[in-house]
């Protein structure tokens, strides 16, 4: 698996986390991929071969070639037909909710065709220049353009769902909602349904997906901590409610995602998230 990363111009870094491309050969017998979530909104052009989506244990449907992966709270599982080649965006959390007037609650746990969201025209032209790009770096050029020509058009996102955010990411996910809004019901409130709307899940899911973030790296880095130190360090009241909230989002337990085949994909993708 080939997986890179790549900054945003300092114009769309407060939207944008990365850019980044994924490729991997063709291979026979490809085992299934667990996704699981990273608190991210993700516009993704496939660019190789198709990929199926479970829904079930045996049922699947084939992803979009050019779609918008909303928020998710549940884990799934992608097996791509043969050669793999994709481009993607991945934005923060509050940082597609300006380019569309669509809920972005709508877009939560599947796949969105872009021509749904932009309009056929520009998903159009959009997904022409993408797919017949010589390189990555042109790609970057393009996708930047028609996000710079976008923001202009739109307006900024609402500061108390990005002031919230930012304390989530900055807490790693340990801000507890009250605290921050210093136990204003009516702000909760208030909070509650623009989260619903610009982002496509509640505060307190945000914060169970950015803190599982901070303990994926950890195991994934291989620090020498036991399980128990790490669920301390993330503020986990013990292990047990750590490996509660981890079989929650991953359907399995710590030890498990470390030496499961199905995990390489999401491992990479963490690695160097």
């Known amino acids: 698996m080939n997986y890179q990363t790549f900054e945003p111009h300092a114009d769309l870094k407060s939207i944008v986390k990365c850019y980044w491309t994924l490729e991997v050969s063709a291979q026979k017998d490809v085992q299934r991929q667990l996704i699981i979530p990273d608190g991210c909104v993700e516009m993704i052009f496939i660019l190789g071969e198709d990929v199926k989506r479970f829904t079930s244990a045996d049922d699947f449907l084939l992803q979009p070639r050019q779609m918008v992966l909303g928020q998710i709270t549940e884990a799934f599982y992608v097996q791509p037909l043969g050669y793999v080649s994709s481009f993607a965006v991945r934005f923060y959390p509050y940082g597609f909710a300006g380019l569309v007037s669509e809920p972005i609650i709508n877009l939560a746990n599947k796949e969105t065709p872009i021509a749904q969201l932009l309009g056929e025209e520009s998903a159009s032209a959009l ?29 900024t996102i609402d500061s108390i769902v990005k002031e919230t955010i930012d304390t989530i990411f900055l807490t790693k996910g340990n801000a507890a909602i ?33 803190r599982l973030q901070s303990v994926l790296k950890m195991l994934l880095d291989e620090q020498s901590e036991s399980l128990t130190d790490i669920a301390y360090e993330n503020d986990y009241f013990d292990q047990a409610h750590f490996i ?29 998230n």
């Open 127 to 155: 997904t022409r220049e993408i797919t017949e790009a010589p390189d990555t770096q042109t790609r970057i050029e393009v996708v930047e353009a028609f996000l710079l020509e976008k923001l202009t058009r739109q307006a």
């Open 178 to 210: 009250n605290t921050i809004l210093k136990d204003d019901l009516s702000k909760r409130r208030q909070l509650e349904r623009k989260f619903s709307r610009q982002i496509g899940i509640s505060p307190k899911q945000l914060g169970k997906v950015i």
């Open 244 to 272: 509660k909230d981890f079989k929650e989002f991953t359907g399995t337990t710590p030890s498990a995602f470390l030496e499961d085949d199905k995990m390489k994909l999401s491992s990479l993708f963490y690695k160097k």
